[in-house]
């Protein structure tokens, strides 16, 4: 069974930082490209960063510069540093896992909360 369990998320004041992590069971992680995901009230999911297999990263124009994503494979996880955090940064953060091989695989966790307020 595949599990996708997030970490890390929480209420914090603009200008500061959160690290998220998302731990992985279930597949064989290190050769699937894996990302953050976000999603505000009223508004569609959006793509925060991703991180291929052999460490390849992409970010939103949004947060370039402020969030870096990051992978240990020896310990099923990736992360999402956040620094210089913005009200508009506040949304549920889901992570995802996806392959394409004989199939697409793809994978999502139930999400964690990070609320940028004052």
């Known amino acids: 069974q595949v599990q996708l369990v997030e970490s890390g998320g929480g209420l914090v004041q603009p200008g500061g930082s959160l690290r998220l992590s998302c731990a992985a069971s279930?597949?064989?992680?290190?050769?699937?490209?894996m990302g953050w995901y976000r999603q505000a009230p009223g508004k569609q999911r959006e793509v925060v960063a991703t991180i291929t297999s052999d460490g390849s990263t992409n970010y939103a124009n949004s947060v370039k510069g402020r969030f870096t994503i990051s992978r240990d494979n020896a310990k099923n996880t990736v992360y999402l540093q956040m620094n210089s955090l913005k009200t508009e940064d506040t949304a549920g953060y889901y992570c995802?896992?996806?392959?394409?091989?004989?199939?697409?695989?793809?994978?999502w966790g139930q999400g964690t909360q990070v609320t940028v307020s004052s």
């Open positions: 279930g597949i064989n992680f290190r050769v699937y490209a």
């Open positions: 995802n896992a996806h392959l394409i091989s004989l199939r697409i695989y793809d994978y």
